[in-house]
């Protein structure tokens, strides 16, 4: 099956950057990357040393309800937005592995579709939950802090 793996929308990142509020009401924090896995979520690659970058609460829901988490993510200050394709992202292909977790339509998470997998299963394990009628969306999360990196789509 293939797959399309997406970067947040270009419009809700050129809203952030431009002074709007993140998902707790607040402007994004602008700070310096350190250059040590601080993976932007518009381009999909790590911010390099030294590079401007914001720091922003996002919630990757289209409204709150109890399944809408709300995390910290990084964003390039002034990068490109990837493309959404069926390649691994440079900030997945760089990581040995992912919490992955299967949304329903309302955008309730699926019990029993979250797991840890190793990256070079990641393409596999996201179309094995894409396969199942119940699982809308995959989201990949990173596999130390939980934070939100990106949404898995059937392509």
């Known amino acids: 099956?293939?797959?399309r793996f997406s970067a947040l929308p270009a419009v809700e990142v050129a809203r952030v950057r431009a002074g709007g509020p993140d998902a707790n009401g607040q402007p994004a924090e602008r700070r310096v990357s350190d250059g040590d896995g601080a993976?932007?979520?518009?381009c999909l690659r790590d911010i390099p040393e030294g590079r401007d970058m914001l720091v922003l609460a996002w919630r990757p829901f289209p409204a709150l309800q109890p399944y809408?988490?709300?995390g910290p993510i990084f964003l390039c200050a002034d990068c490109v937005r990837r493309p959404d394709g069926a390649d691994?992202?440079?900030?997945v292909a760089s990581r040995p592995r992912f919490l992955i977790r299967g949304y329903d339509a309302?955008?309730?998470i699926a019990y029993?579709?979250?797991r840890m997998v190793e990256t070079p299963a990641l393409a596999a394990a996201c179309e094995t939950l894409l396969a199942e009628a119940r699982i809308a969306?995959?989201?990949l999360r990173s596999a130390t802090n939980g934070c939100y990196q990106l949404r898995v789509d059937r392509a």
């Open 112 to 114: 029993g579709a979250g």
């Open 137 to 139: 969306y995959v989201h």
């Open 88 to 91: 691994l992202p440079p900030i």
């Open 106 to 108: 309302d955008d309730r």
């Open 1 to 3: 099956m293939p797959l």
């Open 68 to 70: 809408a988490e709300t």
């Open 39 to 42: 993976p932007c979520r518009c």
